[in-house]
């Protein structure tokens, strides 16, 4: 790798040497989906960007080094109202918690969605929390923000909340770069007078007797405030980053970490996070914690748009992970996973995304000049990490992974190091399984076809090949290094 790796660092407006904490425990928190509906599409470029990230991480430093936490909000008015719909007896009764009825309501969901991210060939986080089973955490955090004067309880039309005081910390508003005073309000509520400031937001909120939510006891100005209610928005990622890269891990962390406490390397997010919700966990964690910093470098993706236009429901362009995979909405067809991917990474992270059928038709031939093999021990080329090093340039990168296919083609012995290439990126095409019947029936083929190029009867040996690729099975011929004598692969394309 010609240097380290840089990052653009939202929070700073420019690229940045990339210095963990800790190099031995490099930490990454990612948003992840709310599992009310199917993620769709603009949801997977997030997933994507940052495997891609972690992938890089994880060769940088060692795959034993990184850890990688992406959220599941399942905390969520429209996922209440939908468990208490479905199984509100069952929660008054006692005879089923609210997060269990939650977890019914949203696993079909839940597992579609890990379901369609494996076939985007994305790796597992090492952790992948939800929300419900953090909410003893989030009160934690709540009171903490309370006893330090950056919080207050208040009574609105809808009841008792805890509301954050954007006005008790000095530099609210560092990420987005937004002054106080010109900024709107980020909760899920809309601004009323009990607040202190318009942009006080909502740590938690009372729920009313027809809705569900969770016991919290808070204290403020030596009063108790017992408050059933549900949490805000973004009171989640502050506990939930902070319990899996802080709390759970902060005993094997080195003393340079361990002096930077609650202090992360890189938190992620689509950029239509940075206000109010990345705005807003800065806000939680650093007071909480009486913190500069919650994460070092602040990372987001560009929007997407499809076929030039804002994706909705209204527009009838709202498209799901899962009707691209399995239905012909897009196009007309299915699309294999690895040209969702690929047609994702064509695209520079930061920048706007036109996702259209003509950009996974283009993907779709690139991927099919692309030859199937094993890695081995190989490591990826310099060029497509020097292209990954520099704030994950993935255009270059695929450019760089396409010349190395294109030499693996005319050079066997070079298809481990495009392999390997391709699959820090995530798209090292896949050997499809052959039977042992099939591949000695294909090689007395190709076989043949050598014997007929060598006599020069090209029509016959042109016939063999037209067949095999009916069968989808291509050819590609190259020359033995050594003896110069002709050899010819063959593999199933996809």
């Keep these: 790798m010609a240097g ?77 109202a939908r468990a208490l719909r479905d199984f509100g007896d069952r929660i008054a009764d006692g005879s089923m918690s609210l997060n269990e009825a939650i977890r019914a309501v949203t696993g079909k969901t839940e597992s579609q969605f890990h379901e369609d991210v494996a076939t985007l060939g994305c790796l597992k986080p090492t952790h992948e929390p939800r929300a419900t089973d953090n909410i003893p955490q989030m009160i934690v955090i709540i009171q903490r923000l309370l006893d330090m004067g950056h919080a207050y309880v208040a009574s609105g039309s809808e009841g008792h909340e805890v509301l954050f005081s954007t006005a008790s910390m000095a530099d609210y508003g560092m990420l987005s770069k937004r002054r106080l005073e010109d900024q709107q309000a980020g909760a899920r509520v809309a601004v009323e ?125 709202f498209v799901t992970i899962n009707e691209l995979l399995a239905t012909e909405k897009f196009g007309g067809r299915q699309w294999p996973g690895e040209v969702l991917r690929l ?34 021990d190989m490591a990826p080329d310099a060029s497509v990490l020097e292209a990954l090093t520099d704030d994950l340039n993935t255009v270059t990168a695929v450019q760089a992974v396409h010349a190395l296919a294109q030499a693996a083609n005319a050079d ?46 090209f029509a016959e040996a042109d016939r063999i090949r037209d067949e095999l690729a009916e069968k989808g099975i291509q050819l590609k011929d190259g020359k033995d290094k050594e003896t110069g004598e002709r050899v010819t692969t063959w593999e199933v394309k996809r």
């Design 193 to 317: 007078s009990h607040k202190m400031n318009p942009a006080d937001f909502v740590l938690w909120k009372q729920s009313a007797d027809t809705e569900p939510g969770w016991p919290a006891h808070f204290s403020f100005e030596g009063k108790a405030h017992p408050i059933f209610g549900r949490p805000g928005w973004h009171i989640e990622c502050s506990a939930m980053s902070d319990r899996y890269l802080w709390e759970e891990i902060k005993d094997r962390l080195s003393p340079k970490a361990k002096a930077k406490p609650h202090q992360f390397d890189i938190h992620g997010g689509g950029l239509d996070l940075i206000f109010p919700h990345h705005e807003n966990e800065i806000a939680q964690s650093c007071c909480a914690f009486d913190n500069d910093l919650m994460a070092t470098v602040w990372m987001h993706n560009g929007f997407l748009q499809v076929e030039g236009r804002k994706m909705s429901k209204s527009e009838g362009n």
């Design 343 to 376: 047609a994702m990474l064509m695209t520079h992270y930061r920048e706007p995304i036109d996702f259209s059928v003509k950009r996974l038709e283009e993907a779709e031939r690139l991927l099919a000049k692309w030859p199937a093999g094993d890695a081995g």
């Design 4 to 80: 380290g790796l840089k990052l653009y660092n939202t929070l700073t407006r420019d690229k940045v040497d990339f210095e963990p904490i800790d190099d031995q425990n490099v930490r990454l928190y990612v948003c992840g989906p709310t599992v009310y509906d199917f993620a769709h599409i603009g949801n997977a470029r997030p997933v994507i960007v940052f495997d891609v990230l972690y992938r890089l991480l994880r060769h940088v430093y060692g795959a034993d080094k990184v850890t990688y936490v992406r959220n599941i909000t399942d905390v969520d008015d429209k996922i209440n």
């Design 412 to 457: 066997p012995s070079k298809l481990p190091l495009f392999v390997a290439s391709a699959a820090l990126l995530g798209v090292a095409p896949k050997k499809a399984e052959v039977s042992d019947d099939l591949s000695a029936a294909v090689q007395a083929l190709v076989d043949l076809r050598l014997e007929m190029l060598k006599s020069k009867n």
